[in-house]
């Protein structure tokens, strides 16, 4: 039976770490609220944008640009798959979900997969796993700008422009709400295009069905500024949906663990009244005890 003093020790250590733990989930939910804000305002963009160059790239040849260009399957090809994983833990099952949905890719591919890592617990987990690592970024989430989506999105489009892959794939935690995140697996290129009826009318044309586009300066001229651009969003896209559901998953691990260090404590001051009760109780015995034998 552990002493008083031992059981005096350890509920002041659960109270201590409590302490940590509200902290923690005050700063989450104070950051969480302007990532949120951030995610909320770019993702109608993001979305409208996909749908729009969907369609148009459904109505053009794809030799007009490289990241339309859909690549048979050959013993070489390659598949990146950029992983998005955070920095720091504590947080519940985020950075377990997404990491197990890359592993999940990887095993699944038919093709060799190369990784591209986005965030410190994706590096400390693939690193010491022998996988091949097309390029890393770390600790761009502490300050986070469309610059950092730019830089992944250029190495991303190097590597399929250059045939080094010949597909890459997005992983990442897509923010619901504040206690639902969800691991979501997107192809980044080849862009996918629209299955629309009347496939193949020259660009500019209409299609069966379809819209009537006139370009200007030219489709190639648009595809050119546009299409970069896209990957970029959707890249930007994905580093703010795992930005917000980080903060969103470690302020619910946080406001859990100070709920159950609440429960400790209080079964800890429980088990230290019967020890002292007991204490108390032993010696009034010994006391009378020693009475009666005088």
């Known amino acids: 039976m552990p002493s008083l003093i031992d059981l005096r020790r350890r509920v002041r250590a659960v109270k201590n770490t409590q302490q940590i733990t509200k902290a923690m989930k005050m700063v989450a939910a104070s950051k969480l609220r302007r990532a949120q804000e951030r995610i909320t305002s770019a993702r109608p963009y993001a979305v409208e944008m996909q749908r729009v160059l969907a369609g148009l790239a459904g109505r053009v040849d794809p030799s007009i640009h490289p ?41 699944g591919s038919p093709m060799p997969v190369t990784l591209g890592l986005v965030g410190r617990k994706g590096r400390e987990y693939f690193g010491r796993r022998g996988f091949q690592v097309e390029f890393e970024q770390i600790g761009i989430f502490q300050k986070l700008s469309f610059t950092n989506a730019q830089t992944i999105a250029t190495l991303a ?51 069966e069905g379809g819209t009537d586009y006139l370009y200007e300066p030219g489709p190639q001229e648009i595809f050119n500024q546009l299409l970069p651009r896209y990957v970029e969003v959707q890249v930007y896209r994905a580093l703010l949906d795992s930005n917000a559901a980080f903060y969103a998953a470690q302020m619910t691990a946080m406001d859990t663990a100070t709920r159950n260090s609440a429960e400790m404590i209080g079964s800890l001051t429980l088990y230290m009244n019967k020890v002292r009760q007991a204490a108390i109780t032993r010696e009034i015995i010994e006391v009378v005890s020693g009475a009666q034998a005088l």
């Not at 950029?82 to 890359?102: P, R």
């Not at 190097?158 to 979501?184: H, P």
């Open 67 to 107: 990241l339309l260009a859909a690549r048979e399957r050959t013993p070489e090809s390659r598949t990146l798959v950029i992983a998005v994983t955070a920095d720091k833990g504590l947080c519940g099952s985020f950075n377990t979900n997404a990491i197990k949905a890359v592993v999940h890719t990887v095993l």
């Open 157 to 207: 489009m190097d590597a399929f422009t250059a045939g080094r892959v010949d597909r890459v794939l997005l992983v990442y935690n897509e923010f619901k709400s504040v206690i639902s995140q969800k691991v979501v697996v997107d192809q980044l290129l080849p862009i996918a295009r629209a299955d629309l009826p009347g496939q193949g009318a020259e660009a500019g044309g209409a299609d």
